[in-house]
Structure formats: C-alpha cells, structure tokens
C-alpha cells in the first residue's frame, strides 16, 4: 500500500456529485500538484485529504492507518492553497517549499523538488516574485 492511498473517494454536495471515485497511490517523498481548471474538485479534493470536509464514500489511509474519519487535527497533513495560504512576504520558492522546510528535508531535496514542480508548472519564472507580483488568474 503506498504512503497515502485513496481508494474511490467520493463527495457529494446535495445532488452535485463533486468528486467522482478517486483512486489515488502516493508514496514517501513524493510532490503531488493538483491542476485543473476553476471548479474541477482540486479545492474540495485537498480539503477531504485534510479532513476539512468530510468523506461520503471511500477511504483514505496513511501510512497503512485509516484516517477516513480522523478530524483534520489528528493527520499529519500539509498542503498550500492558491491565495488565502501563501505567505505575502515570502517568494514563489519560498512558498512552494515552506512545508517541506517545516519537516525537516534537506535544502538540495527542496530545491530539486520545487524547481522539478516549478518546471511542470512553468512556473520557474516566478520563483523569486511574492504573490502581490503574480496575477490570480
């Protein structure tokens, strides 16, 4: 079983069906970047992760623990939102590597995992700019 593992995730919010059987394997170590367009479950997905919303159906392990109804407080969980998450006196980097700091890896794994995201992401570019310098759309 990989380090964190979601097996047919699902969440509903009344009739709306946001997130549609999910099977995810992440393991140890690995970056994971959700990307999509506005209002394609990457907000809400992170969320059920978190234990910020709470799971309809599925489960969700880490570590080979079930965590599917852990309260957020109780996971050992980091992730960054788009704006409301980003630190204003921090760069792109700064950002896009503060929860890897905040565990403990090495400054070269940081910077080989960021810039290996920022590349995906085109956005290497932005890595020494603060938020108030990047547009929100």
């Not at 079983?1 to 047919?8: F, G, I, R, T, V």
């Not at 009344?14 to 393991?27: F, P, Q, R, S, Y």
């Not at 890897?100 to 590349?119: M, N, P, S, T």
Request: overall charge neutral; proline content about 4%; aromatic content about 8%.
């Amino acid at each position: 079983m990989a380090y964190l593992q979601l097996s047919n995730i699902e969440k509903f919010f009344g009739d709306h069906h946001a997130i549609k059987g999910i099977d995810l394997a992440i393991e140890k170590g690995e970056f994971v970047v959700f990307v999509g367009p506005s209002g394609c479950g990457k907000s809400t997905l992170l969320r059920l992760i978190a234990g910020l919303e709470p799971i309809d159906k599925g489960s969700l392990h880490l570590d080979r623990r079930d965590i599917t109804a852990l309260p957020s407080s109780k996971r050992d969980l980091a992730m960054v939102f788009q704006s409301y998450a980003l630190y204003p006196h921090m760069t792109v980097f700064e950002n896009m590597s503060f929860a890897l700091k905040l565990a403990g890896v090495e400054r070269a794994v940081i910077r080989e995992k960021v810039d290996k995201a920022a590349a995906i992401l085109d956005l290497g570019k932005y890595l020494e700019r603060t938020p108030k310098d990047l547009s929100g759309g």
